[in-house]
C-alpha cells in the first residue's frame, strides 16, 4: 500500500511519485496480523468504520479477521479443527454462528472494503492465474485455485464470525470455560441465536485471543500514525480488557 494513484487499493496517492509512501499506506503497514485482511481493515479505519465502537465490541470484530481454526464455510483463513473438517467431508458443516448485533455495521464496513481490495487487486493482475495465488483478499480465498475469485468470494473468505461471541463475553468479563462454550467447545454447542455447534479447542480460542491483542497493539500504533488519539486509547482500552488470565500466562507451569 503505497503510492499506487488509486484510493480503492490502499495506496490513496493522487499520481506523481509511485514511490512515496502515503499516510494510508503507513498506517496499513502496521497492521501486519490481520490474516491476510491488512489492507481491507486500512479501508475500513481511513472510512470510518471503526469509529464509535465498545473496546469489547473492537476486540470482538477484529477476532474474525484471526480466527484460523474453521474451514467447512470457507470464512477463517486457517486450516480448520479436525471436527470441523470431518463434517466437511460427509456434508454435514453447519453454518458459520451469526455475529452480536452490535457488530452488524462494522463486520458490513470490512466485508465492504475487502470486496473494495479484492476488486482492485484482480484488475490489476496481482492474483497469479497460475495458481499461486495472491498476497491480499484474492490471493487468501485462491490458494490453489486455477481462476480468480469474486471479490464476494474473497471477502468471505477473510472474515469469520465463529469466534466474535466468546472473545466479546471473555472482554466482558467471563471465565474462559464459559467464553469456551460460545465457541461450541468445553463439550458444550454454542448459545449464539443461529446455533453452529462447531467444536472448538482450548487452544483454538487462546490463539484467538492472543491474536486479538497483538492486532489492537497494531491498530493503536496505526492510529498514532494518523494522529487518531481517540482510536488509540480505544484500541488500548480493548487491549486491556482482551489481556488477562490463563490465556495470557508466560508458562501453564509456573
Known amino acids: 500500500p503505497g503510492g499506487d494513484g488509486g484510493g480503492d487499493g490502499g495506496g490513496g496517492g493522487s499520481g ?13 503497514a502496521e497492521l501486519s496480523s490481520a490474516g491476510g485482511a491488512e489492507l481491507a481493515l486500512a479501508e475500513a479505519l481511513f472510512g470510518g ?8 465490541h473492537l476486540a470482538a470484530l ?10 467447512p464455510s470457507g470464512s477463517g483463513g486457517g486450516g480448520g479443527n479436525d471436527a470441523s473438517a470431518v463434517l466437511a467431508r460427509v456434508g454435514g458443516a453447519p453454518p458459520p454462528p451469526r455475529a452480536p448485533e452490535a457488530l452488524d455495521g462494522p463486520l458490513a464496513a470490512l466485508r465492504a472494503a475487502a470486496r473494495r481490495v479484492a476488486r482492485v487487486e484482480r484488475d490489476v493482475g496481482l492474483f497469479d492465474e497460475s ?3 495472491g498476497s491480499g483478499a484474492a490471493g487468501t480465498v485462491a490458494g490453489g485455485s486455477s ?4 471479490p464476494d468470494t474473497a471477502a468471505a473468505a477473510l472474515l469469520s464470525t465463529e469466534p466474535a461471541e466468546a472473545v466479546l463475553a471473555w472482554a466482558r468479563g467471563a471465565r474462559f470455560v464459559d467464553a ?11 448459545s449464539s441465536s443461529s446455533g453452529g455447534g462447531r467444536p472448538a479447542f482450548e487452544g483454538s480460542l487462546v490463539r484467538a485471543l492472543r491474536r486479538v491483542d497483538e492486532l489492537l ?5 496505526a492510529a498514532e500514525v494518523l494522529g487518531d488519539a ?12 482482551v489481556r488477562r488470565g490463563v490465556p495470557f500466562a508466560p508458562s501453564l507451569y509456573l
Open 180 to 190: 469456551l462454550k460460545l465457541c461450541g467447545g468445553a463439550g458444550g454447542s454454542s
Open 16 to 28: 506523481g511519485d509511485r514511490s512515496v509512501v502515503t499516510v494510508k499506506g503507513r498506517a496499513a
Open 217 to 221: 497493539r497494531q491498530l493503536g500504533s
Open 131 to 133: 495458481g499461486g495465488g
Open 62 to 71: 477484529l477476532s474474525c479477521l484471526v480466527w484460523q481454526e474453521s474451514g
Open 147 to 150: 481462476s480468480a475469485p469474486s
Open 230 to 241: 481517540g482510536l488509540a486509547a480505544l484500541a488500548k482500552a480493548a487491549g486491556d480488557k
Open 49 to 56: 468504520g471503526l469509529s464509535g465502537m465498545r473496546p469489547e
